[in-house]
């Protein structure tokens, strides 16, 4: 029997579309708070980043792979208790493989044409415009990119007359930057790609593979939109304030409920939280089971699971870590606050 022979005449099935996210990395720069934490598991505006960055994939992705690495576990535990809307598969590397070898690692798991997203983007845009571009034009991918001020910290690309990226540098010094147009960590690739990863060993996607795949016909999608990278506590805390910014009707909407308690919105709180007698908000997320003391305030932070904070103290800018007790008067600004456990 021919594939589809069971489907009415008019009616196409729709092809499978697999979302890969990789959520392998370390989150070196976000240390203390992933030491215990992934940094995709980090909630911002009630949920954590990864579940903002899958949103952003396209309604015709119908199942994501995640390339997980460290603290894989972790991310295990968390789809458990909090399943995703849509079906995740978890597919561990037992070393670290970089961009390039994590996603050679989830090779079987991918459809073609397949999107690829970093986990901790969160945007504004429409990643269905990928997909109605490549189809247009052809090639092996398409890319997004966003004009920033600064894009030494990002890979940068300049691009034809056509749309199609020319040259691309990761990380490159400001004044040699050869444009503002950075790679905005979310893309659309052809199956065929995963055969230019080299198998077996650790592999940056972005600086092994992606310069030799320019001349195949990569497309530059160029968006103007808000965006972010949540990979350090300021821009972990910027993504935090864009959501609150532009909320998704259509999906979670956080909890602000915290009785007794000022509340200043945006705020999204967790379950079992307590604070009579605080100030909350603007800009805060508070996990489950935090308990803030009276008289203490709260703005523009995250307080992850269990953290207790003293009666009178004020957090500004932060994120702290889980089980953390702030003391009583302490004052936090800008601070990234974790428990740390000794060793052995
Ligand atoms: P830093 O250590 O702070 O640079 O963070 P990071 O390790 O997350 O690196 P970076 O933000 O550059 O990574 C971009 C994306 O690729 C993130 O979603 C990472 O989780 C993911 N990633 C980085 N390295 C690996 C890896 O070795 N394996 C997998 N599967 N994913 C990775």
Redesign the pocket.
Known sequence: MGLGADVPSGEREEPDVAGIV?????????RPITYSVP??LIPVAGQPILYHAMDLLPPRVRRIVL???YKAEAFRAYLAAHPYRRPVTLVP?ST????G??LK?VAAEASDPFFLL???VIAGFDLEELWELLQEEGGLGAMSFLEVEDPSPYGVATFDGQGRVQRFVEKPPRESAPSRWINA?ASLWRREVLGEIPGGR?VSFEKEVLPGLLPRGILGKCYRAWWE?A?TPERLLHAQRLLFDHPRTDRFTPSARLPGARVVPPVAVGRGCAGEGATVGRYVTLGEGVRLGAGSQVEDSVLLDGVTVGEGARIVRSLVGPGYAVPPGAVVEGACLARVDPPG
């Open positions: 990789l959520v392998g990395g370390l989150g070196t720069r976000l940094k995709q390339a997980c690495g590397e670290p493989l970089g961009t070898g994590g690692n970093n986990g901790d960590g650790e990278d990979g």
